[in-house]
């Protein structure tokens, strides 16, 4: 754990950083700008694994290991999100969420 | 001394990620999410976590912001700054985002966790044991069940992204 710093403090940073992505997320219309959003938000939640793995149970490994796996797959999702929204682009000229509103053009 | 530089890790944090949502050029937005990006790998750091940091420095860090770097550049109007948001919205997203972060923080406060007093550092060579090992605390199924995924992910955004030629989807 980090020296002279409680388990409070830095869930607090990471709510504060959670509900920053979930306003982003709430007031962006741009597609990137609302993935970039998302990604704030499973970073923060990514830390809460990682505090409360070395706060409490620092013997084990679990937070850390969950914490890799959510890294992957948010790799993952960011990659095909984004061929996704190149395509899109491509067939609309556009990425405001408001003129999206047809599946197949 | 660690106390010092984790106020200042975590000021500058709140501030980036904040620029990064409000900033209406999407590069400077973006460059504020990579510096949030390294102040979590520097938070890993600080606890000990050197190989979470490693990977949140170089998948994060490295990988993920390039790729929105590329993918912004593919996008050919990104030069002309973004939307502004309706008053109203920006006011009702500030109310639940403010909402929810006081019944969280209070929920948190009001919760008596129990502090673990040893703190033995975690060694790569631990998480890698673990993740391949077999028996009933391993991980080898969500490991193999992620390569898997990491492949598909691979195909599928090639495939999607691949340029068709025109005649042929506009008839």
């Known amino acids: 754990m980090i020296l002279g710093v409680s388990i409070y403090e830095i869930l607090t940073v990471s709510t504060i950083i959670f509900f920053i992505g979930v306003y982003g997320f709430f007031t962006r219309k741009n597609l990137i700008a609302m ?8 970073n923060s939640s990514v830390l809460n694994f990682v ?3 070395k706060y409490l149970f620092p013997q084990s490994i679990d937070g850390n290991i969950f914490s890799l796996f959510i ?3 948010a ?31 | 001394m660690e106390r010092i530089i984790f ?26 999410l990579l510096f949030v990006m390294l102040g979590f790998a520097g938070i890993y750091f ?13 998948v994060y860090a490295g990988g993920i912001i390039i790729l929105y770097i590329t993918s912004i550049m593919l996008i050919e109007k990104i030069g002309q700054p973004l939307d502004a948001p309706k008053i109203l919205r920006q006011i009702i997203a500030v109310a639940i985002s403010s909402l929810g972060t006081g019944v969280v923080l209070f929920a948190i406060y009001n ?12 060694s790569i060579k631990t998480i890698g044991k673990a993740l391949i090992n077999y028996s009933d ?5 969500p490991f193999e069940v992620v390569s898997m995924l990491l492949l598909a992910a691979m195909v599928g955004a090639i495939v999607i992204a691949k340029t068709y030629s025109r005649k042929k989807s506009t008839k």
């Open chain 2, 111 to 122: 919760y008596n966790f129990t502090i673990a007093e040893t703190s033995p550092s975690t």
């Open chain 2, 46 to 58: 600080m606890m000990n976590f050197y190989f979470l940091g490693a990977v949140q420095m170089t």
């Open chain 1, 51 to 53: 505090v409360i793995n």
């Open chain 1, 35 to 42: 993935l970039m959003s998302i990604e704030l938000i499973l």
């Open chain 2, 7 to 32: 106020y200042i890790i975590s000021v500058l944090m709140i501030i980036f990620a904040a620029v990064s949502v409000i900033n209406r050029n999407i590069m400077r937005a973006l460059i504020s």
């Open chain 2, 137 to 141: 605390t391993g991980y080898i199924l």
């Open chain 1, 75 to 105: 790799a993952a999702e960011t990659a095909l999100a984004l061929a996704i929204i190149i395509n899109l682009y491509r067939l609309i000229m556009s990425l405001k969420t408001e003129e999206i509103e047809t599946m197949k053009n």
């Open chain 1, 71 to 73: 890294i992957a797959i």
